[in-house]
């Protein structure tokens, strides 16, 4: 049983049963509420189409896709560790860095899997560092380093980095 | 009453109310989303979308899944594309995402077209359930029962209960309490429904009229055993509730029973011991109604019980004949009315002033998840107790998150529209950049797009001859150059003498025959190995030749990227610059409009509290001089005796 739903329903029911009545009825008509609430949806849905496109064009412009290469990051399954950052070195220079925030890592944690570079390279080979730091359940330090030949071509270059608690693996998407 | 911890305060009553109910309400949303990551991640793009959903950042994980979506429909073999074995649960998940994002209408509809899609019978039955959330969320009962007898057996075990407490609830919503209590009723064994299906059975059987068997569900719900601080806060409600009814009823000491289960330290806690005094003042008790009540008045005074305590306290005394006492606290009473109605006129001017938005709209205020209580610590903020009530409201809650939304979106689309004026700038200077230097490389490109041409002409010839000897051997064709000028030379010799008219001398003759037997027989003995030798250098050419295929593609997507670089945008910048001022526009407005009905909702909150504190002022102003005169009376009776 999903109890959170269950919490949920009941709030729903218990704000409706606690004496409040008098508030929000005499506060504001119903209706007005009920209007700008279905205004404010659609202004969210133009403003969900103008994100869309603008994504669309600014890669586009930003990241044409011959040039474009994506460094996506994923944890391995069921790993419990404590990710606390992660460093990216494309042919020597750093190109990304992250800190992870609690709701990072569970994110990371629970399948998510984070785009933590996009940039541009020429056609051919490359160099891929990659490195982390974390802290294992046991509360050892993690600190793992590996490197990488990747091939672009001239399709939009997409790496997912795996990491596990002593592994780091990088796949070609 | 039960009391867990003697060092209570009031603020940590109020602390606990907000985690319990208004921060529940504020998560709630968002906790109802229920898409997981699939088994086997195919498509990392939808992985991104995830991430962002499972962080409860929902425009990204919505605009991300949207552009995937849309990406992945304009394909012609859709099904080649990696998004295509997460299909079903990206439509599902779009849904879930708009819902979890408040965009009811839109969620709906998204779930709407899972339903009536080619989906399995359990998916279908997970959306059909998820709509009919949406419905009883949005305050709409019946279609949230329509949605539900949709619902198609049989239902997979993990959908069961949530299904049946779900439909418990909207029949209860629909007045249909009888069918709700036959819902409920096998969901109390249920593990995670601990109280909570109990206590809507009660409410269920009261509404039915089976009062007796109702009590005795709440009673249980009211005397529950537990850790958990839903599950306690749940109890305490169970027993207001179950004590209200007892009121009623005129079971005073039953209900004063009920009462004190309440705890001390909890967000009812200010309600209970007012009632139970009450219910002892029903009983002519007012020396036991005078415990609770004076506890009441140690605490905060912007609490209505304790306002209500403040006027109850002195009247137990004046019924116990304590009109001295009744006066002094009367008059505390008036001091404190005339000093909080001092206090929410000055909220009522800040709200008025925009300072409450402001402080709402606070970003470090959302962080934190006693937000509501930090509020009150600023500066210049109104009196944020007194609108706790208000805003654990449903429609508060509403129109506070729809106020924040939009000043989310502002801010977004002000961003972007200072991205577009930088997105104008790299273009002028590709702009800049490119066209002085693309003549003159178009022009250098064209020569030798020509001479490239012409070489892979003359390679094409080699390997038609080639090939051609391979059927029908020709050796002349493999000599070298030397060997072909000393060819042509004989050739010019021998028609030099014919030219002269004389006969050619023998010995001349016979040197020309031999020098030409000699060059055939070297080209004939040789044929194989310059034959093989040619292949080799063919070979070597293609490879040549498929590098300059490679470094002429190469430059030409190089030139195309260059001009892409720059051109073509300026429609698409300017429509987008169009879109975003009209959102702009349209945004601005309907924030106003939003902020100016949360600031009505709080100022007539304040105001409903002033009103009653002015109407408390009056009764206590003539309790007081009615104290007065009998405590007088009193004590010239006393004198006289």
Not at chain 2, 237 to 247: E, I, M, V
């Amino acid at each position: 049983m999903n109890k959170i739903s269950v919490m949920l329903l009941f709030c729903i029911t218990f704000l409706l049963t606690v004496p409040v009545g008098t508030v929000s009825g005499a506060a504001a008509p119903n209706g007005q509420i009920k209007g700008l609430d279905e205004q404010v949806q659609e202004i969210k849905g133009d403003v969900l189409a103008i994100a869309a496109e603008l994504n669309q064009l600014e890669e586009r412009l930003l990241f044409p896709s011959h040039t474009q290469i994506s460094m996506f990051l994923s944890l391995a399954a069921n790993e419990q560790f404590r990710l606390d950052s992660v460093e990216i070195k494309l042919d020597g220079k750093p190109v990304a860095h992250h800190l992870y925030s609690f709701k990072e890592l569970e994110a990371l944690r629970m399948g998510g899997v984070q785009r933590l570079y996009t940039g541009n390279v020429k056609i051919g080979e490359h160099a891929v560092e990659v490195s982390y730091a974390g802290l294992s359940a046991e509360g050892e330090e993690l600190r793992e380093t590996q490197q990488f030949r990747i091939q672009k071509d001239e399709r939009p270059g997409i790496f997912d980095i795996n990491l596990a608690r002593h592994s780091i693996s990088l796949q070609d998407w | 009453m039960e009391q867990r911890n003697s060092g209570y305060g009031f603020e940590k009553a109020m602390m606990k109310l907000l985690l319990v109910i208004t921060l529940l309400c504020m998560t709630s949303v968002a906790q109802a989303v229920s898409t997981g990551a699939p088994q086997e991640l195919k498509d990392l793009y939808f992985g991104e979308t995830l991430y962002y959903a499972f962080q409860e950042e929902w425009f990204e994980a919505i605009s991300l899944l949207d552009t995937e979506l849309a990406q992945h429909r304009g394909l012609d073999q859709p099904e080649l594309d990696s998004l295509y074995v997460h299909l079903g649960l990206a439509e599902f998940a779009v849904g879930d995402f708009e819902l979890a994002y408040r965009m009811h209408r839109r969620a709906g509809r998204a779930i709407t077209e899972v339903i009536n899609g080619d989906v399995p019978h359990d998916v279908r039955n997970e959306a059909i359930y998820r709509l009919a959330t949406i419905y009883y969320h949005k305050d709409q009962p019946l279609n949230a029962l329509y949605a539900l007898e949709r619902i198609e057996e049989p239902v997979s075990q993990g959908l069961r209960a949530d299904l049946d407490f779900l439909r418990g609830q909207v029949l209860m919503a629909n007045g249909r309490h009888s069918e709700a209590v036959g819902v409920l009723l096998p969901l109390q064994d249920e593990v995670g429904m601990k109280g909570f299906a109990g206590y809507n059975l009660g409410i269920a059987m009261i509404q039915d009229g089976r009062l007796e068997e109702g009590r005795g569900y709440l009673d249980q719900v009211g005397q529950l055993k537990s850790d958990d601080p839903v599950e306690i806060a749940l109890k305490d409600r169970a027993n207001l509730y179950l004590g209200d009814k007892l009121l009623q009823e005129r079971a005073f000491e039953k209900a004063k029973r009920v009462f004190d289960r309440v705890r001390l330290d909890g967000p009812f806690s200010s309600q209970a011991l007012l009632k139970s005094g009450w219910a002892d003042a029903s009983l002519d008790f007012y020396d036991r109604a005078l415990v609770p009540w004076t506890l009441l008045l140690e605490r905060e005074v912007t609490d209505s019980s304790v306002q209500d305590a403040l006027l109850a306290a002195p009247y137990a005394y004046g019924k116990l004949g304590v009109y001295s006492k009744a006066a002094l606290l009367y008059g505390a009473a008036l001091e404190a009315f005339s000093r909080e109605i001092g206090r929410l006129d000055e909220s009522i001017r800040l709200i008025r002033e925009g300072r409450f938005l402001e402080t709402l709209a606070r970003e470090e205020l959302q962080q934190d998840a006693s937000w509501v209580v930090r509020l009150r610590e600023l500066p210049d903020t109104p009196e944020t107790y007194y609108l706790l009530e208000l805003m654990a409201s449903h429609d508060f809650q509403e129109s506070l998150h729809n106020y924040l939304d939009l000043d989310q979106l502002r801010r977004r689309l002000e961003t972007w529209r200072d991205d577009l004026d930088a997105y104008d700038e790299l273009i002028a200077r590709r702009k800049a950049y490119y066209d002085p230097l693309l003549p003159a490389i178009d022009a250098r490109f064209r020569e030798l797009d020509s001479l490239m041409r012409l070489r892979l002409e003359q390679r094409e010839r080699i390997e038609r001859r080639f090939e051609a000897m391979l059927v029908a051997p020709r050796p002349d064709y493999l000599a070298t150059a030397e060997e072909r000028v000393i060819t042509d030379r004989l050739e010019e010799a021998s028609a030099a003498l014919l030219l002269t008219g004389q006969p050619v001398p023998a010995d001349v003759e016979a040197r020309i025959r031999r020098i030409k037997g000699l060059l055939s027989w070297r080209l004939q003995v040789g044929y194989d190995a310059r034959l093989t030798e040619t292949f080799t250098h063919l070979e070597a050419l293609d490879r040549d030749v498929e590098e300059l295929r490679q470094s002429y593609s190469t430059f030409v997507r190089v030139r195309q990227a260059a001009t892409q670089s720059y051109q073509g945008y300026g429609d698409d910048i300017r429509r987008q610059r169009m879109r975003i001022g009209a959102a702009l526009g349209e945004l601005e407005e309907l924030q106003l409009r939003q902020g100016h009905l949360i600031e009505i909702m709080a100022v007539n909150e304040l105001t409903r509290r002033r009103e009653r504190l002015e109407e408390f002022q009056v009764k206590a102003r003539f309790a007081m001089a009615d104290s007065y005169d009998r405590a007088v009376r009193a004590g010239a009776e006393e004198r006289v005796k």
